[in-house]
């Protein structure tokens, strides 16, 4: 077992700064790493070193790895945390730590590369019995072949490239009839896009909920899930608020879909933390969609229930350590919901809006946690994801813990550019969400940029009506003057001209 003395974060802003506190709690040195956007960063100040890596963009800077190795090295640092985003999910940069002596806090380059490929990971999982969405294993181009899949799978179905993403080469087919067109339409645009017009035939889940599980694995074989978060809530196909527990997950189908995040762990030989990501259709059937492995942006939910710190385990795990307890050891206490403030406008389309935090006041009080990589007068830099911060609020049910996020939300004060917290409050407050029946077109059914317009209550408008009122006596009592004051000028007027 091999002790971390130094530890360099090759990441930025709340997550850097997140892993840092943890390891100073450990007695573990930090280092960071910053472009020059990020010279007077938070994290760059809390570090007991700090080294500067290049330009503001990422490809020049926190995407080259071997000036991340040079700064480790520079630095005699015992091992590499990647964050999330970046480098995290690399597999050659996880190999660069390792050969260069160094301990890189994550799963091994080999569980990375297997589970980031879609078709391998698929592979591995099925060997585990791990529920997949009914479809192909393999691509396939011949028409025929392809709907008679089709028919076999039940309609709906999604036709997508094998060979890309960004919606291109992806078809929605909702009868038999028209398959062939579509089939033809999706082969087109893979070959045109990618020059590979072999596709996939999938069951289409039509009201798909996002539930994944945390798990855990040593470097001796053991692995448990800390239990799930409900990530239904999305823009863009991205998160912004996140639940755990799940509300709609019974004892029984929690336990079964732990059981396969962990066999999908098995299958990948995983140790450290990692994230299992699962579709749920509306009858509560759960088919794997795929696993990051790295810690998740929601990661704080699962500590709130859990009453776990996640980078501390994973520093001890990395260094060689058992896992603590077992999964019967475990167990659910409380709720926590996690909203993503982002420098977005969801009145134009969530669109980034970078500026200047010209007011910035954290709220407060108990079960209350805000992770963040900024304060008061700074600015969000361009160059990078725009989230200012996340709040997490832990309560002993779902209601209350929905009931302190409100309260948070409305004490939260960013001035200077939108955010995304009226919008996360519009969710809080909406019976889709408080009753649990939502799922990840929560966005697309209910969200318009008009509801974030400001509403009164009975007594404001009963206060507006009397100011109404009375400016409008105000106006008539100054337009009467007005004509009396035109009228004697010009009575004056004819009299002298007279």
């Known amino acids: 077992?091999?002790?971390?003395?130094?530890?360099?974060?090759?990441?930025?802003?709340?997550?850097?700064?997140?892993?840092?506190?943890?390891?100073?709690?450990l007695g573990i040195k930090t280092v960071a790493v910053y472009s020059e956007a990020d010279r007077n960063a938070l994290h760059v100040r809390f570090a007991d070193e700090a080294i500067f890596i290049g330009p503001p963009p990422s490809a020049q800077s926190y995407l080259v790895m071997d000036k991340i190795i040079a700064a480790a090295k520079q630095t005699n640092t015992d091992a590499i945390h990647p964050g999330y985003g970046f480098l995290s999910e690399n597999e050659e940069f996880a190999a660069l730590v390792r050969d260069a002596g160094m301990i890189f806090i994550g799963p091994s380059p080999e569980s990375i590369l297997l589970m980031g490929s879609k078709l391998g990971a698929k592979a591995a999982v099925a060997k585990f019995n791990v529920p997949l969405v009914p479809g192909t294993s393999e691509p396939i181009s011949d028409i025929a072949a392809a709907k008679k899949i089709a028919k076999k799978i039940g309609y709906p179905i999604l036709i997508k490239a094998s060979a890309g993403g960004g919606g291109k080469g992806m078809r929605i087919v909702d009868a038999e009839a028209d398959f062939e067109n579509q089939m033809e339409r999706a082969v087109s645009e893979a070959i045109?896009?990618?020059?590979?017009?072999?596709?996939?035939?999938?069951?289409?889940?039509t009201q798909p909920r996002h539930i994944e599980f945390q798990i855990f694995g040593d470097q001796h074989g053991n692995v448990v899930h800390l239990f799930e978060r409900e990530c239904s809530i999305q823009r863009r196909h991205q998160k912004v608020i996140e639940e755990a527990p799940s509300a709609i997950l019974t004892p029984a189908l929690r336990k079964q879909m732990g059981e396969a995040a962990v066999n999908v762990a098995k299958a990948a030989n995983y140790y450290n933390a990692g994230t299992v990501e699962f579709i749920v259709d509306e009858n509560k059937n759960f088919y794997f969609l795929e696993m990051n492995t790295r810690l998740q942006v929601e990661h704080p939910v699962t500590e709130q229930i859990t009453g776990l710190d996640l980078v501390k385990l994973q520093i001890k795990v990395a260094e060689g350590e058992k896992l603590p307890f077992k999964q019967e050891d475990l167990k659910i206490t409380g709720h926590a919901v996690e909203v993503r403030v982002y420098a977005e406008d969801p009145a134009n389309n969530f669109l980034p809006d970078i500026g200047t935090l010209k007011t910035y006041k954290r709220p407060q009080g108990h079960g209350i946690?805000?992770?963040?990589?900024f304060e008061q007068g700074m600015s969000i830099p361009f160059y990078y994801d725009p989230m200012i911060a996340k709040m997490i609020c832990h309560d002993e049910t779902r209601e209350r813990a929905i009931e302190k996020t409100i309260r948070a939300i409305d004490e939260y004060e960013i001035t200077g550019l939108e955010t995304t917290l009226g919008f996360c409050?519009?969710?809080?407050?909406?019976?889709?969400?408080?009753?649990?029946?939502?799922?990840t077109k929560f966005v697309e059914?209910?969200?318009?940029?008009?509801?974030?317009?400001?509403?009164?209550?009975?007594?404001?408008?009963?206060?507006a009506a009397m100011l109404a009122g009375f400016l409008k006596e105000e106006g008539k009592q100054v337009a009467t003057q007005s004509n009396q004051v035109v009228n004697t000028s010009l009575w004056k007027k004819n009299r002298v001209n007279g």
């Open 1 to 25: 077992m091999r002790k971390i003395k130094k530890l360099l974060v090759a990441n930025r802003g709340e997550i850097a700064l997140r892993v840092m506190r943890s390891a100073r709690e």
């Open 192 to 205: 045109s896009a990618f020059g590979d017009g072999s596709v996939f035939i999938e069951k289409y889940v």
């Open 369 to 373: 946690r805000v992770d963040d990589g």
């Open 425 to 439: 409050r519009f969710v809080m407050t909406h019976e889709a969400f408080r009753s649990g029946e939502f799922d």
């Open 445 to 463: 059914k209910y969200f318009t940029p008009d509801v974030l317009k400001p509403t009164l209550n009975a007594d404001e408008e009963t206060l």
